[in-house]
């Protein structure tokens, strides 16, 4: 499939039209492509099977592989607005679930203590029970107002931010100079707390 009519839709403004009578010395402005566009470029940019086909393409479209990769990853990722007229591209059951993985092994990485690679399963294991008993147990995390999950999970965060918040008022009483006469508060304890927060179209796939 070519898109070789005497207008190509790179050159089809979104409110409907190509205007002869644009001023030659106005400076140019940034192109923007509508969903629909962007689903037929793909579309007519697959189809394109010869050698050197999908270079020509690019060319009449006056458009680049970047752009291409670029829509193409919205495409499968489904943020796409309003891709097809009232149709949207849904993830996958299993994409959502590699995905997630991808974001657990991701959050496992950024320690630095973790090996680029384990001897056998029984090392993996070892390694893991070690350190998921220190991210849950030891490691204070930022997300939950310095808290460890377990005190999180089993309700002794209240107390010890109570703890937390009475040793700031008394440093502040000894010298309030210190912290420029503005009394300091221990973080509150949020709500809700994401490593890795869903976008809300999964959260109401998966209640």
Not at 191 to 197: E, H, K, T
Request: proline share 7%.
């Amino acid at each position: 499939m070519t898109l070789t009519n005497s207008t190509t839709l790179a050159t089809r403004a979104h409110d409907g039209g190509v205007h002869d009578d644009t001023d030659p010395a106005a400076p140019p402005t940034r192109r923007s492509y509508s969903p629909e566009y962007k689903l037929a470029i793909l579309t007519a940019y697959d189809e394109e099977t010869e050698p050197g086909a999908k270079g020509a393409f690019l060319r009449r479209e006056g458009l680049y592989s970047s752009q291409i990769t670029e829509w193409r990853k919205a495409r499968e990722a489904g943020s796409l607005a309003a891709l097809g007229g009232n149709q949207r591209t849904r993830r996958s059951a299993e994409r959502r679930e590699v995905d997630r993985l991808k974001q657990k092994n991701e959050t496992l990485k950024y320690c630095p203590a973790f090996p680029e690679r384990f001897g056998s399963i029984k090392d993996a294991r070892a390694f893991c029970a070690e350190f998921f008993d220190h991210y849950n147990h030891v490691h204070r995390h930022s997300g939950i107002a310095l808290h460890t999950p377990a005190s999180v999970h089993f309700g002794t965060a209240t107390e010890i931010r109570e703890q937390r918040q009475a040793t700031l008022s008394a440093a502040y009483e000894a010298n309030p100079l210190r912290f420029r006469h503005r009394p300091p508060a221990a973080p509150e304890i949020p709500n809700v707390a994401w490593i890795n927060q869903p976008v809300r179209e999964e959260v109401a796939q998966n209640p």
